[in-house]
């Protein structure tokens, strides 16, 4: 009498949760990814690019001239990674609050990256060199709508950083709560100090704020995803 060998059968839900599971952190880790490669691109452009100054020109600036391309993709790129976090951040909220508004508000700011490299500045301030100081007198279509590009982005996220500080704060996570309450206070002071002056230098340090941010997030999510869900004392 011959034994038949079979193998054990692989349930269908299992490997669906695993690959659910493998796809969801695949989306996080394109929150991990997009702020450092953001800044790390337009930092090499400030240092490099002729005729740029941080403390004058804003960063979107860098869309323009020869060299314009590489902002313009840095861009496009980075909001299409935070578009994907923000997909990420869908599944693991659900269930609970912020689960709706959390990762609307985190597409909505990859909107705004995304559309501030489609529609492209229109030059200002002396860059690209050669071109009129100032403010040019009339704008075109896509500096127009390059216009909205920034307040979508920072609006956005300053209201995200709010909306999750309530979801971590009803769950007990006071560090997170915390420092999202502190990321959506910094980059709101940022944007909004009224001294013209000193505005590129806020704005990038609002990117720099926010970027590390949404890093930072994605990475616990990673990490540690039971920061999603109620923080429970172990007792000793």
Request: charged residues 10%; proline residues 6%.
């Amino acid at each position: 009498m011959t034994q038949r060998l079979t193998t054990p059968a692989v349930s269908t839900t299992d490997t669906g949760i695993r690959r659910a599971t493998a796809s969801t952190r695949a989306l996080l880790a394109c929150g991990v990814i997009a702020g450092p490669l953001y800044v790390v691109v337009a930092l090499l452009q400030v240092l490099f690019r002729d005729g740029f100054d941080l403390s004058r020109h804003p960063l979107n600036l860098l869309s323009l001239g020869a060299w314009g391309w590489i902002q313009i993709a840095n861009f496009v790129v980075a909001g299409l990674l935070a578009m994907g976090f923000a997909a990420g951040l869908r599944r693991v909220l659900y269930p609970g609050s912020g689960t709706t508004w959390a990762p609307l508000l985190v597409a909505g700011y990859a909107l705004g990256l995304v559309a501030g490299g489609v529609f492209v500045a229109d030059p200002a301030l002396g860059f690209p060199p050669g071109t009129p100081d100032g403010i040019p007198d009339h704008f075109s279509w896509h500096g127009t709508l390059h216009a909205f590009a920034p307040p979508l982005a920072g609006l956005s996220l300053i209201a995200a950083c709010f909306v999750l500080l309530r979801r971590f704060a009803s769950l007990g996570h006071r560090a997170w709560a915390i420092y999202s309450a502190s990321t959506g206070i910094a980059c709101l002071a940022l944007s909004a100090w009224p001294n013209p002056e000193t505005v590129s230098v806020r704005l990038a340090l609002m990117i720099l704020t926010s970027c590390a941010w949404v890093s930072a997030l994605a990475v616990g999510l990673l990490s540690k995803p039971a920061i999603t869900t109620r923080y429970e004392r172990t007792a000793r």
